[in-house]
């Protein structure tokens, strides 16, 4: 019902490389954001974009970046990957910023 | 800075057994209260939304209520199927747009 879908499920990459996560919002959904959750711990904001422009950002250096496309499509992408990076990364849509928030079932991301 | 607590961190219950979790929070400016429900491997599935003190809403054998200061989850006769962890967000105006602060939530298990 909540038609947010995250690829890949799961990826493993080493420290300092580079990785790119997709999410496809539900079709109408201005709004998506991305989160991250480590193990035992409640989703973390990165940020958020509305109609394709940044509309704010948590506490993640800038080696965090975004895209988000006009089919309701988006993109996490971190660089220089750290041990710590090692989460889940959840998306998730609205139909505007204060709507409640659907999400997807994230990518399990693990750094060797 | 926003801040969710959740209690207990872990609770186990025998089936048909009632009981409440408790989200408690700080925020600037309060613009809605969320509830998730987290299974092991997924992404939050939302239930409910909470605007404002003395607001209450229903589904199924869960009901939510919110005060000024916190907010209570109460189920009902609970069910083996109802375990899960469950997540409680605040949503409060950031730079134009709404993030969601969450909590660590509570794990609930049910046993038959």
């Known amino acids: 019902e909540t038609g947010v879908t995250q690829s890949p499920t799961h990826l493993i990459k080493t420290r300092g490389q580079q990785v790119t996560l997709r999410c496809s919002s539900q079709?109408?959904?201005?709004?998506v954001s991305w989160y991250q959750q480590a193990l035992g711990q409640g989703p973390q904001f990165i940020f958020q974009?509305?109609?394709?422009?940044?509309?704010g950002r948590g506490n993640f250096p800038p080696r965090f970046s975004g895209l988000q496309f006009p089919n309701y499509s988006s993109e996490l992408n971190v660089n220089a990957l750290e041990l710590d990076d090692s989460a889940l990364y959840l998306c998730?849509?609205?139909?505007?910023?204060?709507?409640?928030?659907?999400f997807g079932d994230g990518t399990r991301l693990s750094i060797l | 800075e926003d801040q969710v607590t959740q209690s207990p961190e872990a609770l186990r219950l025998q089936e048909g057994e009632s009981s409440s979790l408790n989200c408690s929070y700080t925020?600037?400016?309060?613009?809605?209260l969320f509830w998730y429900r987290q299974d092991p491997g997924k992404g939050p599935e939302f239930l409910f939304t909470?605007?404002?003190a003395g607001e209450e809403k229903e589904k199924e054998r869960l009901k939510a209520t919110l005060t000024k200061k916190e907010s209570f989850l109460h189920i009902t006769a609970p069910k083996p199927e109802d375990s899960a962890t469950y997540l409680c967000?605040?949503?409060?105006?950031?730079?134009?747009?709404?993030?969601?602060?969450f909590g660590t939530g509570t794990r609930l298990t049910i046993i038959p």
């Open positions: 998730a849509s609205s139909l505007e910023t204060n709507q409640p928030q659907h």
């Open positions: 974009y509305y109609r394709e422009e940044e509309n």
């Open positions: 925020v600037s400016g309060l613009r809605g």
């Open positions: 909470l605007y404002s």
């Open positions: 967000a605040v949503q409060a105006p950031f730079f134009g747009n709404e993030k969601l602060t």
């Open positions: 079709s109408g959904h201005n709004t």
